[in-house]
């Protein structure tokens, strides 16, 4: 029997790093959100340096078009950050996903997960008008991978390469309970207190 399996895939614009995905959605379950895993290709020219990966939760509260003066309206969040290469001592409980890639890939190929913290935003997607040109407003995470010499070494842009995902949350697939709110009040002046009940159908409109 075979087993067919879909990846992601991108390079940096080098050559010298390929990240692979298998998905690119991720659901949050309330209690905790799905783990983000893939592997990352290093040629040999890195074998002598350090590789890292992080994921990054991008903030745009304004138009693109309105920055001015250095004014900018968005915010980057570093929500996890690891060292891919070389690879940690104790190394984690790798995927079926991972061993499966790294199997096809060859030793070059190098497992990474990443948690996203359960405060971390649903991603949201403003549509933009005709005429607005730039990036939509929203929330967007991506997760990027990139050589250097520490954690903040952003600096060789042809070794970097960077991936969007997204962080889902879905309706119940089984209907709660009727969501119902009373408020009383009482007046100073008057007997009485007036007593005011509010139902919805259903939790979710």
């Not at 991978?145 to 903040?152: A, K, Q, S």
């Not at 042809?158 to 997204?166: D, E, K, P």
């Not at 709660?176 to 009373?182: E, I, L």
């Amino acid at each position: 029997m075979v087993f067919n399996f879909r990846v992601f895939k991108k390079q940096s614009p080098n050559g010298k790093l390929t990240m692979y995905l298998g998905k690119r959605d991720f659901v949050d379950h309330i209690s905790g959100v799905e783990p983000i895993d893939g592997v990352v290709v290093i040629d040999d020219d890195y074998k002598d340096r350090k590789v890292f990966g992080q994921i990054v939760c991008s903030f745009r509260y304004g138009r693109e078009e309105d920055e001015v003066m250095g004014l900018k309206f968005q915010k980057d969040l570093y929500l996890a950050s690891e060292q891919i290469f070389p690879p940690p001592q104790k190394l984690a409980t790798t995927t079926k996903l991972q061993e499966r890639l790294k199997k096809k890939l060859g030793d070059n190929c190098y497992p990474f997960t990443f948690t996203l913290p359960p405060s971390a935003p649903a991603s949201v997607t403003l549509q933009p008008g005709k005429e607005e040109e730039g990036e939509p407003c929203g929330v967007h995470y991506f997760v990027k991978v990139f050589v250097g010499e520490n954690e903040t070494d952003r600096t060789h842009k042809r070794g970097m390469v960077s991936m969007g995902i997204r962080k889902v949350q879905y309706a119940p697939s089984k209907q709660g309970r009727q969501p119902c709110t009373v408020v009383r009040k009482d007046f100073m002046l008057s007997p009485g207190e007036l007593e005011l009940e509010v139902t919805l159908d259903k939790q979710v409109l």
